[in-house]
């Protein structure tokens, strides 16, 4: 049975005008935040500082007003239709930043806490080359705003993943909840999904009904299980453990935003496969990139 510790359904984790919040409130959870929200026309939000954070718009536009100190900024963000259209623009805010969020749409606030301001950052969408991680049905686009190597930050490695049906990403599944330097990195992570209707073939199903598979399961750190349907807006947490296969099921696409962090000095992701699965990456060798991908951006003014 899933664990509703570390599974929440869309809405579970609502708090003060945002549909869902992730933070140190939760027991056992401590390095990395989220917040999503759904704006209308007229609304805003206020987040005050205290955590580096990454705004990622979801579906639609947002401006920004960043206050730090004396010194106050606007910064408009262009936006997309939706997560299956390729690359958003986003903003990196200081840990120093007070910020005021309006706009009209839906958006993801990554967030870390720590008192070491880097500078506030915009990143055109432009910045980032889209990624095609593993091969066949295990094809994923990969968008990396918060990595290492795109971003200078000091906690948080932040990406996102869009997998189209019938496709397996998170796999094999592996861990990151042992300091091992140069193999492993302790990181707990976020993962915030959405699903919808395959862009080819899809047009019969509906948002409602989209559906994937998220799995994770323990490792000797501790004792974790996840078994779920994943739909838009559902956040699953892994503090450790091995997680993955996400799968889109057939007919629908796979959308998460992943937020990772850890009490490690060095700002690093790296990993350890499922020795049972660690082998499935050799079959990779020779297979082609799903022709689905990368996803290009529809035209058409940006929807919810």
């Not at 094999?172 to 976020?190: M, T, Y």
Request: net charge negative; glycine share 10%.
């Amino acid at each position: 049975m899933t664990e509703q510790r570390w599974f929440h359904p869309r809405g579970a984790l609502a708090r003060d005008g945002w549909e869902t919040v992730v933070d140190g409130s939760l027991d056992g959870w401590q390095h990395t935040g989220l917040r999503v929200a759904t704006l209308a026309a007229g609304e805003q939000l206020i987040l005050k500082g205290g955590t580096e954070k990454l705004v990622v718009p979801l579906a639609g536009s947002f401006r920004v007003h960043v206050a730090e100190g004396d010194v106050g900024e606007h910064y408009d963000l262009a936006g997309r239709a939706s997560v299956f259209d390729g690359p958003t623009d986003v903003l990196y805010v200081s840990t120093e930043g007070h910020l005021v969020l309006r706009g009209e749409g839906r958006v993801a606030i990554a967030e870390s806490p720590t008192e070491v301001a880097h500078p506030t950052r915009y990143l055109a969408a432009s910045e980032y080359p889209v990624e095609l991680r593993g091969a066949g049905a295990s094809s994923r686009q990969v968008h990396n705003y918060g990595t290492p190597a795109a971003l200078e930050a000091e906690r948080f490695i932040v990406c996102e993943v869009i997998t189209p049906a019938e496709n397996w990403s998170s796999y094999p599944p592996h861990k990151h909840d042992e300091a091992k330097p140069g193999h492993e990195s302790r990181l707990e992570e976020i993962y915030y999904f959405e699903t919808a209707p395959a862009r080819v073939g899809g047009d019969a199903g509906t948002q409602e009904a989209s559906f994937g598979m998220f799995s994770t399961y323990s490792s000797p750190a501790g004792e974790i299980d996840i078994n779920a349907q994943v739909r838009t807006g559902d956040v699953a947490l892994v503090p450790y453990g091995y997680h993955g296969p996400a799968v889109a099921a057939p007919g629908y696409d796979m959308y998460y935003l992943n937020v990772m962090a850890g009490p490690d000095a060095e700002r690093v992701w790296h990993i350890s496969d499922d020795p049972h699965h660690a082998w499935v990456r050799e079959t990779w060798e020779g297979q082609e990139f799903d022709t689905r991908l990368p996803y290009e951006p529809t035209s058409g003014a940006k929807e919810q």
